[in-house]
């Protein structure tokens, strides 16, 4: 089946620091990913869709500069947090979906950052 | 707007036996795909099922199904013979062709099962 490849998996880093996520479709082409955001015991809230090729749409009260999303290739995006603060400490996943219509989406593993 | 709600904060389920968690849905658009997500304390976010609004039967995938009842929106997942396993959070989602194929998620249930 899909594979989406998240990495890193932890992150623990000093307040001010900018950390990078990478996400990878490892055997489909997407055109479309997926950030979510996700605090402990609470859902996952969708951040940005990230466009291969455009610009990243944001959702409603999510900062796009401190958010910075970026989909160069059929099989990559990244999201970067600037300046990381303690509260951006939380659990970051992508997802991915290979098909124009409905269908099931694969997330990666996540990411837990920790911002001393 | 496109609205998830899944009422059962958390369940408890005997090993082996059949659990049902509740997801009710609210949409306007008659496209839409409703899915069932698995996410242990790891963290990892695993399929488990999916449901075409235009399907006609309901979907199932080992032990588990889903219990589609289109007029009254509600997409619950059945969990046949429990195993210790099984001990996660579950989410229910839906997804409308026309919002570009974002998934939006209900609060989960957690579930325990016991031995």
């Known amino acids: 089946g899909a594979v989406v490849s998240q990495h890193p998996s932890r992150v623990i880093c000093k307040s001010g620091t900018s950390v990078k996520i990478e996400c990878r479709s490892l055997d489909f082409q997407a055109t479309t990913m997926f950030w979510y955001r996700q605090f402990p015991k609470q859902s996952l809230m969708l951040m940005a869709t990230s466009n291969e090729g455009s610009k990243a749409t944001y959702e409603q009260g999510v900062e796009k500069d401190k958010f910075l999303i970026n989909h160069a290739s059929l099989t990559l995006s990244t999201l970067t947090v600037t300046s990381a603060h303690p509260e951006d400490s939380s659990f970051y996943i992508c997802?991915?979906?290979?098909?124009?219509?409905?269908?099931?989406?694969?997330f990666g593993d996540g990411t837990r950052l920790s911002i001393l | 707007a496109q609205k998830i709600t899944q009422t059962q904060p958390g369940m408890f389920v005997q090993e082996k036996e059949a659990v049902t968690l509740d997801c009710t849905y609210d949409t306007s658009d008659p496209s839409y795909g409703l899915f069932w997500y698995k996410q242990p304390s790891s963290g990892e976010m695993i399929f488990l099922i999916y449901q075409g609004s235009y399907d006609q039967q309901n979907a199932t995938e080992g032990r588990y199904s889903l219990n589609f009842q289109k007029a009254r929106k509600s997409a619950n997942l059945v969990i046949s013979a429990s195993q210790l396993g099984d001990s996660a959070m579950y989410f229910c989602a839906m997804e409308f062709k026309g919002g570009g194929n974002k998934l939006t998620f209900g609060t989960g249930t957690q579930l325990k099962v016991e031995l």
């Open positions: 997802s991915a979906g290979a098909r124009d219509g409905l269908g099931p989406q694969h």
